[in-house]
C-alpha cells in the first residue's frame, strides 16, 4: 500500500491506498474509496438531523436560532470512532453547518498519526482526537454526544452498549455492520453468538440482517431508558448501515421495545409477515412447516420524511448511483409491508417472471401501494397480500 493525497466531498486527506483485496483489520488506516456512500449518506443524514434539532430549539423558544451542544455551547457534539484516516469526521466538520466539536477515536497510532495531519491539512479547530478504544472513548465522556457513528471491520455489536449510554438526550446513532454473512443466513451460528438471534436466508435475507442489527440497538438503548427508531437503512455492497433517533424516557424504550419480533416465511409458497412471536409454525396459506428469523425489529425500517429530505439533499452532488439509491429508497420508505422477488414467485407459481415496473404499475391500478425497493433490482415492495401478488402475475 502506497500512501496519497485523496480529495472526498470537501476534504483533502492523506491516506494509505491499495486492492481492495488488502482490507483487514490488520490495515485499519486504509482508505475504502468503495465507501464513499456510506459516507455521502452519513453527511446528508447529519445535516438533516442538525436541522431538526435546529428546528426543535426554535420551536421549544429558543432565542437564538441555533441549536446547543450538551456544553450549552452552539452546535452540536459528533463522534467519529473508528476513525481510521479520519474523512469521515472532517467531511462532518466541513460539510455540515452549526458543529460544535468533532470527536475522533482510534486505537491504532498510525491511524492518529494520520488523523492529526489530516485535521491540520483541513484546518478543523473544533477536534479532539482520542488514541483508545472507541469503548473507552465514548464511557468517559462527561458530556453526552449528540451523533455517535460507529463504522466498523465487521461487527459494531462491542461498541453498541457504550454507544447507547453516551448518546444524548435527542441523538442520533449512525451503526455500520460489515460482517453481512452471518447476519444474512449464510453462517447463522455466527449471529446467534454475536447478536442473539436467528438469521435466515431467502429473498429478504438482507433486510433481516439489518433488523436484527436493529434489535439489538434497541435493546442496548433500552437497559438506559432510551427509546431507538431507525429512519433510514440500507444495503449496499458488503455492509449495512441504519441511522436512528434516540429518546430517552422509559415509555420511548418501552414503546421500541414492542416492535421487537419474529419474521414467519413459508418456503412452499412464498408467504411471509412479521409477528410478535414465533408461534405460528405452519403456513396460513398451503399448511406447510414454516421458517423464522429473530427475533428482530419488526417495525418500520425507515422514516419517509427522513428519506425524503436525504434524498433532496443529495442532488448538487451530481452522483447518479448515489440519488438512483436514495431515490428508490425514498419510495420504498412510504410502504410499511415486506417486499417479494418476482423471479422467486415466478418460479413457486410456475409463470414466466413480468417486467417490474409493468408489475409494479398493475398493482397500483388495482388499489395497492408498491414500488422498487433497493434491496434486489428485481424485488417488488407491497402492501398487497400473496394472493392478490399470484393474481396479477398469471
Known amino acids: 500500500m502506497v500512501i496519497e493525497k485523496i480529495t472526498e466531498g470537501k476534504a483533502r486527506i492523506l491516506a494509505y491506498t491499495g486492492r481492495i483485496q ?4 490488520k490495515a485499519a488506516v486504509f482508505y475504502n474509496p468503495k465507501m464513499k456512500h456510506n459516507r455521502d449518506i452519513s453527511v446528508l443524514a447529519l445535516t438533516v438531523f442538525q436541522e431538526e434539532l435546529s428546528a426543535r430549539a426554535q420551536s421549544q423558544g429558543a432565542k437564538k436560532e441555533s441549536i446547543k451542544s450538551q456544553k450549552g455551547e452552539n452546535g ?3 463522534a467519529d470512532c473508528l476513525s481510521a484516516t479520519g474523512v469521515r469526521g472532517i467531511r462532518y466538520a ?3 453547518p452549526q458543529i460544535f466539536e468533532v ?9 492518529i498519526k494520520l488523523i492529526k495531519k489530516n485535521v491540520a491539512e483541513n484546518k478543523i479547530k473544533n477536534a479532539t482526537i482520542e488514541e483508545e478504544d472507541a469503548v473507552i472513548t465514548l464511557a468517559r465522556r462527561k458530556s453526552k454526544i449528540d451523533f455517535i457513528d460507529i463504522d466498523p471491520f465487521g ?5 453498541l452498549d457504550s454507544s447507547a449510554r453516551a448518546i444524548s438526550l435527542h441523538g442520533m446513532l449512525a451503526i455500520t455492520a460489515t460482517d453481512t454473512a452471518p447476519l444474512s443466513g449464510t453462517y447463522p451460528r455466527a449471529a446467534y453468538r454475536k447478536y442473539g438471534a436467528k438469521s435466515m436466508r ?3 435475507q438482507h433486510e433481516l440482517g439489518i433488523r436484527i442489527l436493529i434489535a439489538n440497538i434497541v435493546r442496548d438503548c433500552a437497559k438506559y431508558d432510551k427509546g431507538f427508531t431507525p429512519v433510514l437503512s440500507f444495503s449496499e455492497l458488503h455492509y449495512f448501515r441504519v441511522f436512528g433517533r434516540v429518546k430517552r424516557s422509559k415509555s420511548a424504550a418501552d414503546i421500541s421495545m414492542r416492535s421487537i419480533g419474529y419474521f414467519i416465511f413459508c418456503k412452499k409458497c412464498g408467504r411471509r409477515e412479521f ?3 414465533n408461534c405460528r409454525k405452519e403456513c396460513a396459506d398451503c399448511g406447510e412447516k414454516t421458517n423464522y428469523a429473530g427475533p428482530l425489529w419488526n417495525g418500520r425500517i425507515f422514516d419517509s420524511d427522513f428519506c425524503a429530505k436525504v434524498f433532496e439533499k443529495s442532488k448538487p452532488m451530481n452522483d447518479a448511483q448515489l440519488l ?3 431515490g428508490v429508497i425514498r419510495e420504498e420508505s412510504l410502504i410499511d409491508a415486506p417486499w417479494y422477488e418476482l423471479g422467486t414467485l415466478a418460479s413457486i407459481f410456475r409463470v414466466n417472471p413480468p417486467r417490474i415496473d409493468a408489475f409494479i404499475e398493475k398493482l397500483r391500478k388495482a388499489g395497492f401501494r408498491a414500488s422498487r425497493t433497493h434491496f434486489s433490482p428485481t424485488g417488488v415492495r407491497t402492501d398487497a397480500n400473496l394472493l392478490e401478488i399470484r393474481s396479477r402475475l398469471r
Open 94 to 96: 466541513l460539510e455540515v
Open 155 to 159: 461487527t459494531p455489536i462491542q461498541f
Open 202 to 204: 431467502c429473498d429478504m
Open 275 to 277: 409477528m410478535p412471536d
Open 103 to 111: 470527536i475522533f477515536s482510534d486505537l491504532n497510532p498510525a491511524a
Open 324 to 326: 438512483k439509491l436514495l
Open 76 to 78: 452540536i457534539v459528533v
Open 22 to 25: 488488502e482490507i483487514s483489520k
